[in-house]
C-alpha cells in the first residue's frame, strides 16, 4: 500500500512554485523556501519535475501506511483546511475550533487568523501527524 501518490505529486507541482507538492512529500522546509522565492525563482521548480519519482520514493519509505491516508489528509487541508476537515478526518477535535473560528469570521474577520495559524503548524506537521496516527494503530 503506499502513503503517498506520485499523481498528486504531479498535480500539486503544477502549483509548484507555493512549495505545495514538498510539503505534501514531508519536506517543510524547501516547502517554505519554495512558497517564499516562487519555488527559487521557478528553477527549482523545473528542477523539481525530475525529482518527484525521487520525493516519492523517499516518502514511501519514510511514512506508515495504515488506516489514514496521506492523500486525502493533503486534499482536505489544501482545499477545505481553513475549515479544518483534515483535522476532523484524523479525529482531532481542534478540527471545530477551525470550523468555528472560520465560521465566526464572517461577523468578525480577525478571527480567521486562527485558521491560519493552524494551516501553518499542520503544512509543517500533516505528514508526521498522519504517520504517527497510523504507526500507533499498528499496535
Not at 489528509?73 to 472560520?102: D, E, N, P, V
Request: glycine letters at 10%; charged letters at 10%.
Amino acid at each position: 500500500m503506499q502513503t503517498h501518490s506520485i499523481l498528486v505529486g504531479y498535480l500539486l507541482w503544477i502549483l509548484g512554485f507555493t512549495g505545495s507538492h514538498r510539503f505534501y512529500y514531508g519536506k517543510p522546509i524547501s516547502g517554505t523556501i519554495w512558497l517564499c522565492t516562487g519555488g527559487l525563482f521557478l528553477i527549482g521548480w523545473l528542477i523539481d519535475l525530475f525529482l518527484i519519482p525521487i520525493m516519492d520514493s523517499q516518502a514511501e519509505r519514510r511514512f506508515a501506511t495504515g488506516r489514514y491516508n496521506y492523500t486525502v489528509s493533503w486534499m482536505l487541508l489544501t482545499f477545505l483546511g481553513t475549515l479544518g476537515l483534515h483535522r476532523l478526518y484524523l479525529g482531532k477535535i481542534s478540527g471545530l475550533i477551525i470550523l468555528g473560528s472560520s465560521l465566526m469570521a464572517i461577523l468578525f474577520p480577525p478571527l480567521i487568523l486562527i485558521s491560519m495559524i493552524f494551516l501553518i503548524i499542520d503544512f509543517w506537521n500533516l505528514n508526521s501527524t498522519v504517520d504517527e496516527l497510523n504507526r500507533r494503530q499498528e499496535t
